[in-house]
């Protein structure tokens, strides 16, 4: 029926034109069927004006070729004096920093990629930092990201900005696909830390991401642990971040308290040379951070981290997609008193100081469950103990009281021979395993 319908209508169509063309041949003047003597002249011009007018449209094409080419070769040259002065400035910025390594002087690593709001971190590192000298701030940049390396430019008195030169596609199992970006972060880590410590020689190295807030007495903190973190052995950082840094889990009246931790923080963490030295050759493809954690790395040693954190994440948008974010470290309260820490003795942080006062001060607590805890039923002054002795137990007691409740290779957050130490309303907490631990078991991950 369709078929058929559509014949019908070409047939309709066919006999209108011919209709049409009918009609207009009917019509049409005799005289232009008479052949003028001129028609065979005007043919040969209308044949020359044709040739004319094909050379002319050449030789127009010709010269927009030639127009296009020009402005294509203009562009290459223009973009080669621009990579050729980017590296001028770049092969610059190395003579430069080659020059302000020193004693004394510990490099700040701020870590980009694509995030155009490192503008946000930077002014506060530029407005807290005591001396440029004393503290050069490095951005290194990976991604190529051209809004965030003209905001980086923005600051190019102040700073120093390196970019990570390898861009090539980087190798993930098929079975990682999605973490691709802990791959490259992995590799941008190697190569700025490389950059800093065995081309620019410098010891000692403030680690920055670009989405972090500083505190203002960030560099007195830095500053007073950096004799710790030389001189005991068994400190390997010191972070000036707190995982369990919410405003109802931390004494607030305290911002000069510090503590020592086996969890490895991150966020704000300094390292030095010789720690580079003998992590670089075994530096991993990715998730550096957790790798870090892992019992053959720590090698048993600990952190030191603040009470009240001296940073704070405002990226909630990054390959982690957010993990942990609502829940825990968009609450992280941010120490807003200055404590002039270089002021003060910190040799209380030492192994032999901390950890003789640490057991028996955790262990002389009384026992209370996180229920008494939490309902304020607890008659006695002073710090208490909440005990545990299997992964379900603490985790329980963290969920219930606010605490992130994970692990890496076995070590919870903040953890410190086992022992996370907390403030909850007005008293010092330890959620604790039994007096005679035996160490942390990466099963527990």
């Not at 490095?138 to 390898?166: L, N, R, W, Y």
């Not at 199992?173 to 791959?183: A, D, L, Q, R, V």
């Not at 503590?259 to 704000?268: C, S």
């Amino acid at each position: 029926m369709r078929r058929n319908h559509l014949v019908g209508i070409l047939l309709l169509s066919l006999l209108t034109w011919v209709f049409i063309i009918y009609v207009l041949l009917r019509n049409r003047p005799t005289s232009g069927f008479v052949v003028s003597p001129d028609d065979g002249f005007s043919l040969i011009q209308l044949e020359t004006n044709i040739k004319e007018e094909q050379k002319a449209n050449a030789l127009l094409m010709r010269n927009v070729k030639n127009a296009v080419h020009e402005q294509i070769e203009a562009r290459r040259i223009e973009e080669e004096e621009k990579a050729a002065a980017i590296e001028e400035t770049r092969k610059e910025d190395e003579r430069r920093l080659q020059g302000t390594a020193g004693d004394g002087v510990v490099a700040v690593l701020v870590f980009a990629c694509n995030r155009p709001t490192v503008t946000r971190c930077l002014e506060q590192l530029i407005r807290y930092r005591p001396s440029p000298s004393q503290f050069p701030i490095i951005v290194s940049q990976d991604c190529e990201h051209e809004g965030t390396a003209q905001a980086i430019s923005a600051f190019s008195s102040q700073v120093f900005h390196i970019k990570q030169p390898d861009q090539r596609e980087i190798f993930v199992p098929p079975k990682e696909k999605k973490f691709k970006g802990y791959f490259k972060i992995a590799r941008h880590y190697g190569w700025a830390l490389n950059q800093t410590f065995n081309v620019y020689n410098f010891t000692t190295a403030i680690i920055i991401e670009d989405d972090l807030d500083v505190s203002p007495d960030l560099f007195s903190y830095f500053l007073a642990t950096l004799p710790l973190l030389k001189h005991d052995p068994s400190l390997w950082c010191v972070s000036a971040w707190n995982d369990n840094g919410k405003l109802e889990l931390i004494d607030t009246s305290s911002p000069e308290l510090l503590h020592r931790t086996d969890f490895f923080p991150g966020l704000g963490w300094m390292i030095t040379k010789s720690l580079w030295s003998e992590l670089s050759p075994k530096w991993p493809l990715s998730y550096w951070d957790d790798w870090i954690r892992q019992p053959e790395q720590r090698k048993g040693r600990a952190c030191i981290r603040p009470e009240v954190s001296r940073t704070r994440t405002f990226g909630k948008i990054g390959v982690s997609n957010g993990l942990f974010y609502e829940k825990h470290l968009k609450y992280i309260h941010l120490n807003d008193k200055y404590v002039p820490f270089t002021k003060l003795n910190l040799t209380y942080l030492l192994k032999d100081n901390y950890d003789s006062n640490f057991v028996k001060t955790v262990y002389e607590s009384p026992i209370v469950s996180h229920q008494e805890l939490r309902s304020g039923n607890i008659v006695q002054n002073g710090p208490v103990r909440i005990a545990y002795n299997t992964k379900t137990a603490y985790r329980s007691a963290a969920k219930t009281l606010g605490l992130m409740d994970d692990f890496r290779s076995g070590v919870p957050r903040t953890g410190y021979r086992g022992v996370v130490s907390f403030f909850y309303k007005g008293r010092r907490v330890y959620l604790a395993p039994p007096a005679r631990w035996k160490g942390y078991d990466p099963s527990w991950s």
